[in-house]
């Protein structure tokens, strides 16, 4: 089928490039980290038969001097 006289043909619009993240310094990641500040917590119980023999708790922060002053002004700690 021929095009009609006196249009030219449409142009084709961009294709949407793939996001593809960009590698970052390990220098890069562990200063984000430390100045957001990383909390983990977990448990562990350790039972034989239904009876729980060991229970192990963890919580931890990993942060900088800096942020976590931040965070304990922000959030005071409260002991029963």
């Given at each position: 089928m021929?095009?009609?006289?006196g249009?030219?043909?449409?142009?084709?619009a961009p294709?949407?490039?793939?996001?593809?993240?960009?590698?970052?310094?390990?220098?890069?990641?562990?200063?984000?980290?430390?100045?957001t500040?990383?909390?983990?917590?977990?448990?562990?119980?350790?039972?034989?038969?239904?009876?729980?023999?060991?229970?192990?708790?963890?919580?931890a922060?990993?942060?900088?001097?800096?942020?976590?002053?931040?965070?304990?002004?922000?959030?005071?700690e409260?002991?029963?």
């Amino acid at each position: 089928m021929a095009e009609p006289r006196g249009l030219a043909p449409q142009p084709q619009a961009p294709q949407p490039q793939a996001l593809v993240p960009q590698p970052q310094a390990l220098v890069d990641v562990l200063d984000r980290l430390l100045d957001t500040g990383v909390v983990l917590d977990g448990q562990l119980v350790i039972s034989v038969a239904g009876v729980d023999l060991v229970h192990v708790g963890l919580r931890a922060l990993l942060a900088s001097v800096e942020t976590a002053a931040r965070l304990a002004q922000v959030r005071p700690e409260t002991r029963p």
